[in-house]
């Protein structure tokens, strides 16, 4: 049988070394490096053992929706990372997020929610909760008197992204936590922007964690996957609703979400450092009208953002001079950046919003988020900063050509 970390060691560990140590269980193998267990069900060791474990008196496998070591061992690496005393996985971020209202909303309940979530969480609620009989109110993230009215006794969740996609504002967890406890509802917050890497939102009195683990957990852009962390019986919730509806986590994937935590902390670093340098370069730019990126000073949630992220993550926006077709002209011009909506990559990835991820809500939407024809949104990868500059500098080559100078 291989060692295992004492529990009073274990539990002074840092970071860091959670993200390459939490979780694993070795086999009677004694592999050194996570497996990856492709089996969809387990064999029994006796008539009664298959009884004992089908009841749940006795611990052990049973079939893949339910658990399955891989899936297992992500599950808890995470979990330490966030804080939290468990995770369950789950087969993509919209998965995590339905699982969550699955969990814990009933016909007749109320959802908070900020109105600066990614569209699809949007259309979850308004879609598809709604056919179920649960109403959701969006609010402005950033105001706390909307979220203070919107609150009533049927309020059973909250849920909010900070930072917000693309203007990166930012809301006091804490205070929202308070709001949410002021009704006995829970508070959900997607951290995929900026995982426990830099921001950890159970620490400030959130009741969930949502993760889409395809962006920065995995960090390469290759598997789908999601997650919620929390309370065990937050968990527990959620687990049940998993095993039986189905939307269960590969064990390929688990694996490779296993090793990206392994540099999470790393990564992000990386690209918060690459991400500042941008934000500063474009800030000093004539032909950029405005930067939002919640590390820079001059942006409205710098404050919010030092008192509860330790770094402030890959993305940015920034609005051009000329409008949409500055912006196209622009991002055509670029040639390191890939042309993709998807974030969370070692390869920055460069979109124009407005026509894309917000091309489905209307104008006013759109203005009411910030999001004009002339924004631009950059998920900073890990290139060289120098390179990434000189991508830069070839889109504004191409709007001053515009401009006619
Ligand atoms: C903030 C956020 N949450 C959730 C999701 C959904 O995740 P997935 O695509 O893994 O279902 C996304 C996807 O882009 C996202 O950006």
């Known amino acids: 049988m291989s060692r295992e970390i004492d529990k009073d060691v274990f539990?002074?560990?840092?970071?860091?070394?959670?993200?390459?140590?939490?979780?694993q269980t070795r086999s009677h193998e004694g592999e050194h490096?996570?497996?990856?267990?492709?089996?969809?069900s387990y064999v029994f060791d006796s008539a009664e053992d298959a009884a004992k474990r089908f009841s749940g008196e006795a611990e052990g496998n049973v079939y893949s929706r339910y658990t399955n070591p891989t899936v297992r061992m992500f599950e808890q690496r995470l979990a330490a990372l966030e804080g939290a005393e468990a995770a369950v996985g789950t087969s993509s971020g919209m998965a995590a997020i339905l699982a969550t209202a699955m969990a814990f909303l009933q016909s007749g309940d109320e959802v908070v929610c900020s109105q600066s979530v990614f569209g699809t969480t949007t259309a979850l609620f308004t879609r598809y909760m709604k056919k179920f009989g649960v109403k959701t109110t969006f609010v402005e993230l950033a105001d706390l008197s909307a979220w203070e009215?919107?609150?009533?006794?049927?309020?059973k969740l909250l849920f909010m992204e900070t930072p917000s996609n693309p203007t990166n504002d930012v809301v006091s967890i804490k205070a929202i936590a308070e709001i949410a406890r002021s009704v006995d509802a829970l508070l959900a917050v997607d951290n995929c922007f900026s995982?426990?890497?830099?921001?950890?939102?159970?620490?400030?009195?959130?009741?969930?964690?949502?993760?889409?683990?395809?962006?920065?957990?995995?960090?390469?852009?290759?598997?789908?996957?999601?997650?919620?962390?929390?309370?065990?019986?937050l968990i527990d919730e959620l687990v049940v609703y998993v095993r039986t509806c189905g939307p269960t986590m590969s064990a390929f994937n688990a694996w490779v979400?296993?090793?990206?935590?392994?540099?999470?902390?790393?990564?992000?670093?990386?690209?918060?450092?690459?991400?500042?340098?941008?934000?500063?370069?474009?800030?000093?730019?004539?032909?950029v009208d405005r930067v939002n990126y919640c590390g820079l000073p001059?942006?409205?949630?710098?404050?919010?953002?030092?008192?509860?992220?330790?770094?402030?993550?890959?993305?940015?926006?920034f609005e051009v001079k000329g409008g949409q077709a500055a912006a196209w002209a622009f991002i055509d011009a670029t040639q390191v950046c890939s042309l993709t909506a998807n974030l969370g990559d070692a390869k920055t990835t460069?979109?124009?919003?407005?026509?894309?991820?917000?091309?489905?809500?209307?104008?006013q939407e759109r203005d009411a988020a910030g999001i004009s024809d002339a924004l631009i949104r950059v998920c900073v990868g890990l290139e060289d900063a120098d390179d990434l500059i000189d991508d830069m500098a070839r889109g504004l080559k191409a709007v001053s050509e515009l401009h006619g100078s």
């Open 257 to 287: 979400f296993l090793k990206g935590l392994e540099t999470l902390r790393l990564r992000m670093k990386a690209h918060s450092d690459n991400a500042m340098t941008l934000a500063k370069w474009l800030e000093a730019q004539p032909l």
């Open 11 to 23: 539990a002074g560990l840092k970071l860091d070394t959670l993200a390459v140590r939490a979780g």
């Open 350 to 363: 460069i979109v124009h919003p407005a026509t894309t991820t917000h091309g489905r809500i209307t104008q």
């Open 33 to 40: 490096s996570e497996p990856i267990y492709t089996t969809s």
């Open 195 to 233: 995982t426990p890497a830099l921001q950890r939102p159970l620490a400030h009195g959130a009741d969930l964690v949502v993760h889409s683990a395809t962006k920065f957990l995995d960090g390469q852009g290759r598997v789908v996957g999601g997650a919620v962390c929390g309370k065990q019986a």
């Open 298 to 317: 001059s942006h409205s949630s710098h404050e919010a953002a030092k008192s509860q992220m330790s770094g402030f993550g890959a993305v940015l926006s």
């Open 149 to 155: 009215a919107a609150v009533t006794d049927r309020t």
